[in-house]
T-cell receptor
Framework: DAGVTQSPTHLIKTRGQQVTLRCSPKSGHDTVSWYQQALGQGPQFIFQYYEEEERQRGNFPDRFSGHQFPNYSSELNVNALLLGDSALYLC????????????FGPGTRLLVL | AQSVTQLGSHVSVSEGALVLLRCNYSSSVPPYLFWYVQYPNQGLQLLLKYTSAATLVKGINGFEAEFKKSETSFHLTKPSAHMSDAAEYFCAVSSDNQGGKLIFGQGTELSVKP
């Protein structure tokens, strides 16, 4: 049984560019949450998707957007990249019946130059 | 609003010694509490969780944590440290009205000396 998978593993972009990160949830899970983890800090909640809709959002600007597909996989899009967007982006999946228990993927490390 | 404070950004123990990582939380509603471990260049792995059942929670790799409401604490312990326990540990809080959103502490890096 595959756990949460994310792609790509690493990414280098320049300021002003746009990036798309991808996540496939654990089998049987229908909810996907995204977190940003800056170097030396704890993860910060970006948003959560369920039934292809954004259900919750953290304190992130509109440059951060997402999507969930009918197969529950999800994308995180970041526009107009800033140097400060450099971080590890973590995807977590859960099921609505047990929303509080989230399982994390390995993350995508984004470097903005 | 909910918050988590992890006391000590870095803890160092000798192999075989007791591991104690401290976590205090703030929540106006009954919390769910979690400990995650992160090895270098990896994602987060769930160690254990408290969701209002038994206050002493046992997790993987010999770790356990005790929920103490009066102290608003959820400290993580392991009786005997192993070299493979060296990693970053994160405490997190959530609740029913947060819909699964996790609030994390800043993390504690655990070093284990031979």
């Amino acid at each position: 049984d595959a756990g949460v998978t994310q792609s790509p593993t690493h990414l280098i972009k320049t300021r002003g560019q746009q990036v798309t990160l991808r996540c496939s949830p654990k089998s049987g899970h229908d909810t996907v949450s995204w977190y940003q983890q800056a170097l030396g800090q704890g993860p910060q909640f970006i948003f959560q998707y369920y039934e292809e809709e954004e259900r919750q959002r953290g304190n992130f600007p509109d440059r951060f957007s997402g999507h969930q597909f009918p197969n529950y996989s999800s994308e995180l899009n970041v526009n107009a990249l800033l140097l400060g967007d450099s971080a590890l982006y973590l995807c977590a999946s859960s099921s609505q019946g047990l929303r509080e228990t989230q399982y994390f993927g390995p993350g995508t490390r984004l470097l903005v130059l | 609003a909910q918050s988590v404070t992890q006391l000590g950004s870095h803890v160092s123990v000798s192999e075989g010694a007791l591991v104690l990582l401290r976590c205090n939380y703030s929540s106006s509603v009954p919390p769910y509490l979690f400990w995650y471990v992160q090895y270098p260049n990896q994602g987060l792995q769930l160690l254990l969780k408290y969701t209002s059942a038994a206050t002493l929670v046992k997790g993987i790799n010999g770790f356990e944590a005790e929920f103490k409401k009066s102290e608003t604490s959820f400290h993580l312990t392991k009786p005997s440290a192993h070299m493979s326990d060296a990693a970053e540990y994160f405490c997190a809080v959530s609740s029913d009205n947060q819909g699964g959103k996790l609030i994390f502490g800043q993390g504690t890096e655990l070093s284990v000396k031979p």
